[in-house]
């Protein structure tokens, strides 16, 4: 029993974020998350997901959560300008993006914001940081600005537009990685005007 408690604390300690399913590999039954819980040596984060009590003290920690417990999903729109420092806005949920045809993750702790981007949409511009031993799945900047013009309707042009002013004045990447996913976005004719004034 102890052999057991010890190697699940080890396994939260250096994954930050533990999903129930993560015991499984290392041969520790399941069991053994509520009895850790009951002795107070870990705390439940949301269904299935675990933590040690304090262990992250981060402001990006409802992104961690997201991206443990929707593994396909990417952290997009006002949430990956939150992440890049480049917004004023301060969205209480948060923005990820799925397939189009997977299943609508349902997540108790984090309120979601879910956008459903097509395979091309998905997959292009993906950056993996690691904060607190947990992987974050996020969009580049020039990416999310691209992806703020494509869904103005839904976030504000103003929003998109500060987007790309904090990209140029951050100097968070180059015009042709703007320019490539506006393509991939189709959204290149309807970004020109507004890099036209501000470059």
């Not at 984090?110 to 459903?116: A, N």
Request: glycine share 6%; charged share 25%.
């Amino acid at each position: 029993m102890r052999n057991h408690l010890r190697n699940l604390l080890q396994l939260a300690k250096s994954k930050g974020l533990l999903r129930s399913r993560d015991l499984n590999d290392c041969g520790i039954p399941r069991q053994y998350l509520k009895i850790a819980r009951e002795r107070g040596l870990l705390e439940r984060v949301d269904r299935g997901l675990y933590c040690i009590p304090g262990a992250i003290q981060s402001e990006h920690r409802s992104l961690m959560e997201v991206c443990t417990l929707v593994p396909r999903g990417v952290i997009c729109l006002l949430s990956a300008l939150q992440f890049h420092g480049m917004t004023t806005q301060s969205p209480f949920e948060v923005w990820v993006a799925i397939g189009t045809s997977t299943a609508r993750p349902c997540l108790k702790a984090v309120r979601l914001r879910i956008v459903r981007f097509g395979h091309k949409a998905l997959t292009e511009g993906v950056e993996t940081h690691e904060v607190s031993n947990t992987k974050i799945r996020v969009f580049s900047p020039a990416k999310t600005v691209a992806d703020c013009f494509k869904y103005r309707n839904k976030i504000g042009v103003d929003v998109a537009t500060e987007a790309l002013r904090e990209f140029l004045h951050q100097k968070k990447g180059n015009l042709d990685d703007l320019v490539l996913f506006g393509r991939i976005c189709r959204v290149e004719r309807v970004m020109e005007p507004y890099l036209e004034a501000l470059v």
